[in-house]
């Protein structure tokens, strides 16, 4: 089974920074890849498919890259609200595993 | 707009069976696929299996296999995840949760069902 690891497990950032968070499958995916938000208590929610495609309603500071095996989620102004765990997923056959997430905080 | 609803939490003993039901409304619920992901707590997200109610088929996590059973009842629009030989490691929110396909990500979920597995 293709294993998704995401790094790094938790950051620390400020309101306004820059945030990039990895996630590299371990053989090639295409672009079979979501990044689910997790507030804390709350329901898992779509932020973006295929890589790089904004689910709607989501805010444009959130964009996603890469093709293949290794695939990247910004947050290009961290705010106040983005403080959640990040999972990616792979999509493209079972089993539809996530990578163990990544923790947000604020600094 | 699609809704998914699940049953309420479950106190179970050791070594017995839960079984969590999700019910849709909104869209066709024959032709999505309904996969059920668990979260131990303060642990991560952890597929368990799907089912594609057209065509009453279900894939299984390995991990899982021979432990889980997931159903669907077309006629209700309901889905069902069954899991045996419950031990505490199994204490976790369990969540339904659609694709549109079989090659989509999930864009909607359940609320979640807490499953407590205490002696």
């Known amino acids: 089974d293709i294993q998704m690891t995401q790094s790094p497990s938790s950051l620390s950032a400020s309101v306004g920074d820059r945030v990039t968070i990895t996630c590299r499958a371990s053989?090639?995916?295409?672009?079979?890849l979501a990044w689910y938000q997790q507030k804390p208590g709350k329901v898992p929610k779509l932020l973006i498919y295929?890589?790089?495609t904004l689910q709607s309603g989501v805010p444009s500071r959130f964009s996603g890259s890469g093709s293949g095996t290794d695939f990247t989620l910004t947050i290009s102004s961290l705010q106040p609200e983005d403080v959640a765990t990040y999972y990616c997923?792979?999509?493209?056959?079972?089993?539809?595993?996530f990578g163990g997430g990544t923790k947000v905080e604020i600094k | 707009q699609v809704q998914l609803v699940q049953s309420g939490a479950e106190v179970k003993k050791p070594g017995s069976s839960v079984k969590v039901s999700c019910k849709a409304s909104?869209?066709?619920?024959?032709?999505?696929?309904i996969s059920w992901v668990r979260q131990a707590p303060g642990q991560g997200l952890e597929w368990m299996g799907r089912i594609i109610p057209i065509l009453g088929i279900a894939n299984y996590a390995q991990k899982f296999q021979g432990r889980v059973t997931i159903t669907a009842d077309k006629s209700t629009s309901t889905a069902y995840m069954e899991l045996s030989s419950l031990r505490s490691e199994d204490t976790a929110v369990y969540y339904c949760?659609?694709?549109?396909?079989?090659?989509?990500?999930?864009?909607?979920w359940g609320q979640g069902t807490l499953v407590t597995v205490s002696s």
């Open positions: 949760a659609r694709a549109t396909t079989v090659t989509t990500p999930f864009d909607y």
């Open positions: 909104g869209g066709t619920f024959s032709s999505y696929a």
């Open positions: 997923q792979k999509y493209n056959s079972a089993p539809f595993t």
């Open positions: 295929a890589a790089s």
């Open positions: 053989q090639g995916i295409s672009n079979y």
